[in-house]
Every structure is written in C-alpha cells, then in structure tokens.
Nanobody
Framework: QVRLVESGGGLVQVGGSLRLSCAASGRTFSKNAMGWFRQAPGKEREFVAGISWSDDNSGYVDSVKGRFTISRDNTKNAVYLQMNSLKPEDTAVYYC?????????????????WGQGTQVTVSS
C-alpha cells in the first residue's frame, strides 16, 4: 500500500517560513514525479509545485514563484517544500502528490497518490 505522509505544517506569522516534508512508503518514487497541491477553505484544490523524476524540471504556480522551492531526496523517498515570505493567502491544507509517471501535471485528476494533508496557517 502506497502512503504519502506530510509533516511540517503549522501556524506562522506573515513573512515567516515553513518547510513541509513528505515521506513516501509502499513504493519507490525515484523514477516518478512528485509535487504539492493546496486547498484553502471554500476553494478548489490547486497545484503549487511539481518536480520531475530527474530533478531538473520543476514548476510552480505563479503566486509562489520566488518564495517556494520544491526539492526531493530519492535516498529518503521524500519530497520537500520550502516556503519563505509567507502570506495570509498561503493559508491552506497542503497535500503531497505523487504520479506513477516521470513528469508532473498541474491537474488534480492527474494525481495517482495523495497524502492526507497538513495545515498551514499564516497569521497577519
């Protein structure tokens, strides 16, 4: 059984930083894309960041470019999201996502594996 388990969420003030982690088990993701989505109250789940299997292709939603960085450690079967200069509009539940293929997509229906989510709250 494949599991993606997020950690690192919490409450932070505007301008602060958090680092989300996602640990995968049940299969190796070294040859697969991984990423992060988020869902704010009353809104649809949206793509935040994705990273391809080869680690040289990553992408971000425009609203987080220059502030968030996605990375992966295939030796630990994990993906991370470093979030800096956080804003109140970043408040959401953040979900780790995994694809069965090598490349990420920005559509929620492309996801093969989901984590349970971790809450990020940015207070002003």
């Amino acid at each position: 059984q494949v599991r993606l388990v997020e950690s690192g969420g919490g409450l932070v003030q505007v301008g602060g930083s958090l680092r989300l982690s996602c640990a995968a088990s049940g299969r190796t993701f070294s040859k697969n894309a991984m990423g992060w989505f988020r869902q704010a109250p009353g809104k649809e789940r949206e793509f935040v960041a994705g990273i391809s299997w080869s680690d040289d292709n990553s992408g971000y939603v425009d609203s987080v470019k220059g502030r968030f960085t996605i990375s992966r450690d295939n030796t630990k079967n994990a993906v991370y999201l470093q979030m800096n200069s956080l804003k109140p509009e970043d408040t959401a539940v953040y979900y780790c996502a995994g694809w069965a293929g090598r490349f990420y997509f920005r559509f929620t229906d492309s996801i093969d594996y989901w984590g349970q989510g971790t809450q990020v709250t940015v207070s002003s």
